[in-house]
């Protein structure tokens, strides 16, 4: 397993992301959502160019996307959210994953990331 490790606008995302979750849905889909983006992290760490990563002409070559929707099968039946609609926006270096962002897949993504990834 690699080390993942999450920016601060990444975990700044991720509590957006939630925050939104349970004023839309309520507190069960937060959970929900919570239990989907552990497991998609989960996935990263243990691979990181797992089916379902890609890259993007639009971003920096070494930045890579990965839909939380392909790790929806690895949850709980009981516990799987039916749309998720966010992308994890990663980087591999030498100390493992980096999460740049998590990212509603609607957004202009490079508009969300500056060149090179600085400024994160």
């Known amino acids: 397993m690699t080390a993942l490790r999450l920016t ?15 004023q839309q849905f309520g507190r069960a889909a937060r959970r929900r959502y919570r239990l989907l983006l552990q ?10 160019r797992r089916p ?4 993007d002409p639009h971003l920096p ?3 890579r996307l990965y839909p939380v929707r392909l790790s929806r099968a690895r949850v709980a039946t009981a ?3 039916g749309n998720p609609r966010h992308v994890v926006v990663f980087r591999i270096d030498k100390q493992g994953v980096e999460v740049l962002r998590l990212l509603h897949e ?4 490079p508009r969300h990331l500056p060149p090179g ?3 994160l």
Not at 8 to 15: E, I, N
Not at 106 to 109: S, V
């Open 52 to 55: 379902g990563v890609r890259d």
């Open 61 to 63: 070559a070494d930045h």
């Open 79 to 81: 516990d799987r959210v």
């Open 39 to 48: 497991r998609a992290f989960d996935d990263l760490a243990q691979d990181p």
């Open 8 to 22: 601060a606008s990444a975990r700044r995302d991720v509590a957006t992301a939630l925050a939104q979750s349970e």
């Open 106 to 109: 609607a957004m202009d993504l």
């Open 117 to 119: 990834g600085e400024g």
